[in-house]
């Protein structure tokens, strides 16, 4: 099929190429046979040859745009555009021309003349074929982004299932293995390895169900109201409990609404728990959220007095590529970032000077969309 459409094509351009020169021959002829007992002025060579030359440019700077950007297979269309163009201006002259002659007006050459209305309508079509070649080479563009975009999301998914159900299950078989041979030692007379064992078994299962949220963000991209202002009281009151070695302290405006997606509830978990997941080092946790820029943001910013997120966690919150030392540990934080981008809003890390971690959210406001 391709090469049926390339060989249509280029007989598209041919036709082109044949009617075009065919005009501009008779326009040159006609005009220096008119001309050849006269003596015309420099004026009258500019104005009898303009068409032809208008003509003559429109068509190689089409056949060389087209070359150029691999869209010879668009003849057809400037070749349907250029002959519609050429047919509407050059009959629009004809029918000027007759109501001339009915009125009784002595017509000078109107066969000439009608033959520039033809010309100057076929480069109206090609100019008119160009812009609608790019919006068709454009669409086409988009689809192919799209259906890439949709496969590679299908491949993710999947390859993301298969991998997340293996590594579950080998862990369940490590920890368990764990256990038995935990079994054979009195309490506290484990060895310090087989504890870390455990951790790591045990963060690996973590790595895995974070997998799952990411895979969530794949899957859904529709936004929603979310109680942030709520969420985060209530988070911090579970943070006193279960971290009373902790400082924690907070400004909150109960009643934010963030517009965010689904996720983003789990990604302010996780902005929590990577605050406070250094406990022997975090004394003081601060978390702030309120409303800003007259009501229209909800920025919340958390900070401590850990020992600071990793330099080379940092990217994450700037437009730089993952490299290899950041897709584990930091997995939870590019979550965070993707659900913050997913709801429209901003994440920073900040510059290092401090441990603090500022998310800023569209607020709910006059919200319509979809909810659930």
């Given amino acids: 099929m391709d090469d049926v459409a390339g060989v249509r094509s280029r007989w598209a351009w041919v036709i082109i190429a044949v009617v075009s020169g065919a005009l501009v021959a008779y326009n040159i002829s006609h005009f220096l046979l008119g001309h050849a007992d006269t003596h015309a002025l420099p004026?009258?060579?500019?104005?009898?040859?303009?068409?032809?030359?208008?003509?003559?440019?429109?068509?190689v700077a089409s056949m060389r745009w087209a070359r150029g950007r691999d869209a010879?297979?668009?003849?057809?269309?400037?070749?349907?555009?250029?002959?519609?163009?050429?047919?509407?201006?050059?009959?629009?002259?004809?029918?000027?021309?007759?109501?001339?002659?009915?009125?009784g007006a002595t017509l000078a050459e109107p066969?000439?003349?009608t033959g520039m209305w033809v010309m100057g309508g076929g480069v109206v079509g090609l100019y008119v074929g160009?812009?609608?070649?790019r919006r068709q080479m454009a669409r086409e563009?988009?689809?192919?982004?799209?259906?890439?975009?949709?496969?590679?999301?299908?491949?993710?998914?999947?390859?993301?299932?298969?991998?997340?159900?293996?590594?579950?299950t080998d862990l369940n078989v490590v920890l368990g293995y764990a256990d038995q041979v935990?079994?054979?030692?009195?309490?506290?007379?484990?060895?310090?390895?087989?504890?870390?064992?455990?951790?790591?078994?045990?963060?690996?299962?973590?790595?895995?169900?974070?997998?799952?949220?990411?895979?969530?963000?794949?899957?859904d991209d529709r936004v929603r109201?979310?109680?942030?202002?709520?969420?985060?009281?209530?988070?911090?009151?579970?943070?006193?409990?279960?971290?009373?070695?902790?400082?924690?302290?907070?400004?909150?405006?109960?009643?934010?609404?963030?517009?965010?997606?689904?996720?983003?509830?789990?990604?302010?978990?996780?902005?929590l728990d990577t605050a406070v997941a250094d406990t022997a080092d975090v004394t003081t946790l601060d978390v702030t959220c309120r409303l800003v820029d007259d009501g229209e943001t909800v920025e919340i910013v958390v900070v401590d007095d850990g020992p600071g997120i990793p330099a080379g966690a940092r990217v994450i919150s700037r437009?730089?590529?993952?490299?290899?030392?950041?897709?584990?540990?930091?997995?939870?934080?590019?979550?965070?970032?993707w659900a913050v981008e997913r709801s429209e809003g901003t994440f920073d890390l900040g510059d290092g000077s401090e441990d603090r971690i500022r998310i800023r959210l569209p607020a709910h406001g006059d919200f319509r969309g979809e909810s659930d």
Avoid: M
């Fill in 225 to 271: 109201p979310i109680a942030v202002g709520e969420q985060l009281t209530s988070r911090l009151t579970e943070l006193r409990l279960d971290h009373p070695d902790i400082d924690v302290s907070g400004t909150v405006d109960e009643d934010a609404v963030a517009r965010g997606h689904r996720l983003l509830e789990l990604a302010l978990d996780a902005v």
């Fill in 72 to 103: 010879d297979d668009y003849g057809w269309t400037f070749c349907r555009w250029f002959l519609s163009g050429a047919l509407v201006l050059g009959a629009s002259g004809a029918a000027s021309l007759a109501v001339e002659a009915l009125r």
């Fill in 43 to 59: 004026v009258d060579y500019v104005v009898g040859w303009a068409p032809s030359l208008a003509l003559s440019v429109a068509v």
């Fill in 319 to 337: 437009d730089e590529a993952e490299t290899p030392l950041e897709h584990a540990d930091g997995i939870g934080l590019w979550t965070v970032r």
């Fill in 141 to 168: 563009h988009a689809e192919r982004a799209s259906a890439d975009a949709q496969r590679l999301a299908q491949q993710l998914s999947v390859i993301n299932r298969v991998l997340r159900h293996d590594v579950r």
């Fill in 111 to 113: 066969v000439f003349v």
């Fill in 130 to 133: 160009y812009v609608d070649t």
């Fill in 182 to 219: 935990g079994g054979y030692f009195e309490a506290g007379e484990e060895p310090p390895e087989l504890k870390k064992l455990r951790e790591r078994a045990h963060r690996l299962v973590d790595l895995a169900e974070q997998a799952r949220v990411v895979e969530g963000l794949l899957e």
